[in-house]
């Protein structure tokens, strides 16, 4: 529908209470789907909408911090795209949902303190029914941030401050990026022949976090260096400190 998903907190005194909203590209028809009211940075975090806008993923962290929680356990929760809550899958994170309406999930998740992983380490796929899982790949650790591709044959996700790809049989296991930063959040193009991701660490004068697309078929890994090309710029603001380049600090979404 061209609606856009995101995570909005609300201050309210002495209380930071995440809420999860729907808002028209335009602005308009902002509607809040949940409220969690909760006392947490890390609560109600990353949602994701499936393909057949039923249905909505995201993060929960239980808090426990004495407002009342809405599931006891950290966990990714399932709601309709009314706001109507589903169910939980405990110990997974960072869902992406694959064109048939399977999900993948991660083990591992960035919580306010550091990575945490509390199922054993490794990218896991939900079955369109909610009836299966079944692990993809074998000896990941700790990787994170998962991304379907819009075909659904393969998912891009970060592992040792680096972008991988795998193919969701578990085959193909791939590097896809390396350098001096810490790439993260991979996101794939609409057509699947580029992957963005979040790279951190050390460019001219700070440490920043920049935008970079990169080809996603690519047979040797891409080094983004300070001077790659594969980061995006606004040729607008080429003065600034990052010198023109996009920043994000969590998930990106390409449409």
């Known amino acids: 529908s061209g609606e856009v998903l995101y995570e909005e907190p ?8 995440w809420k999860i ?5 335009n602005g308009t028809n902002k509607r809040v789907l949940l409220d969690s009211k909760v006392y947490s940075s890390n609560l109600s975090k990353s949602p994701k909408m499936s393909k057949d806008a039923s249905t909505i993923c995201f993060n929960y962290w239980f808090g426990n911090k004495g407002a009342s929680d809405i599931y006891k356990g950290h966990c990714t929760l399932l709601m309709k795209s009314d706001g109507t809550l589903l169910s939980a ?3 997974l994170f960072d869902g992406s949902w694959m064109p048939d ?12 303190y550091g990575e945490k992983t509390f199922y054993a380490d490794g990218l896991y796929m939900l079955s369109a029914d909610r009836s299966k899982y079944t692990a993809i790949g074998s000896g990941l650790v700790k990787p994170k941030h998962p991304a379907a591709s819009p075909d659904g044959k393969k998912v891009a996700f970060s592992m040792n401050n680096h972008i991988w790809v795998i193919n969701t049989d ?3 296991l791939r590097q896809v990026t390396t350098g001096d930063k810490a790439e993260t959040h991979p996101c794939w193009s609409p057509d699947g022949k580029y992957l963005a991701c979040i ?3 050390t460019f001219e004068v700070t440490y920043f976090a920049a935008i970079a697309a990169v080809p996603s078929d690519k047979t040797t890994t891409v080094d983004l260096t300070n001077d790659s090309p594969y980061w995006i710029k606004d040729p607008n603001q080429s003065s600034n400190a990052g010198l023109g380049r996009l920043t994000a600090y969590s998930a990106i979404s390409w449409k």
Request: glycine share 14%; proline share 3%; net charge negative.
């Open 10 to 17: 609300s201050d309210i005194s002495p209380y930071v209470n």
């Open 21 to 25: 909203v729907l808002i028209a590209a």
């Open 89 to 91: 899958l405990d110990s």
């Open 101 to 112: 309406g399977s999900l993948v999930l991660s083990a591992t998740v960035d919580e306010l």
């Open 170 to 172: 578990g085959t193909g």
């Open 199 to 201: 790279g951190y660490g």
